[in-house]
């Protein structure tokens, strides 16, 4: 378990309906339909909105990796995040991957980065050893 000495932000939200749904946060800046993967119309599902956030925080830990070794961070880095949500014979599952560019770097520092990242970014300490997560660069 980790020791928390101080939190830096909570995020809160309100969800009704499910997949079906909305869910909103406390400060009004969230405010998104739901839907279920596949369905037509508007809304996005929760997949997506894990794989927005965790290709956010990951850009992040890996500006972070950058600055502590004191590399330029391309301006252009970006992830694509693929949140997979599948069933099996233990029940629904998620599974992840990550693909990390960052121009200009060369392979072996970009793999430096890469690792660093995923060792401090949250949503991988999250995820570490519960779900199945593959993270490549191209």
């Known amino acids: ?21 909305v869910a909103r946060s406390d400060d009004g800046r969230l405010d998104v339909k739901l839907s279920p993967p596949g369905a037509p119309g ?4 929760p997949e997506q909105l894990f794989a927005a956030c965790w290709s956010a925080c990951f850009i992040g830990a ?17 992830v694509v995040a693929e949140v997979d949500l599948g069933h099996g014979e233990q029940g629904f599952f998620l599974q992840a991957r990550l693909t990390v560019s960052l121009p200009k770097l060369d392979p ?14 949250p949503y991988s300490k999250a995820t570490r050893g519960n779900i199945d997560i ?5």
Not at 42 to 45: E, I, R, S
Not at 62 to 78: E, N, Q, T, V, Y
Not at 134 to 138: D, K, R, S
Request: a positive charge; one cysteine or more.
């Open 108 to 121: 072996d520092m970009a793999q430096l980065l890469i690792d660093a990242a995923h060792q401090n970014c």
């Open 42 to 45: 508007a809304g996005t599902n």
């Open 62 to 78: 890996l500006r972070h990796a950058a600055h502590a070794r004191k590399i330029g961070f391309p301006a252009d880095a970006s």
């Open 1 to 21: 378990m980790i020791t928390v000495r101080k939190i830096l932000h909570s995020g809160k939200t309100y969800t009704t309906g499910g997949r079906d749904g």
């Open 134 to 138: 593959a993270i490549g660069f191209v």
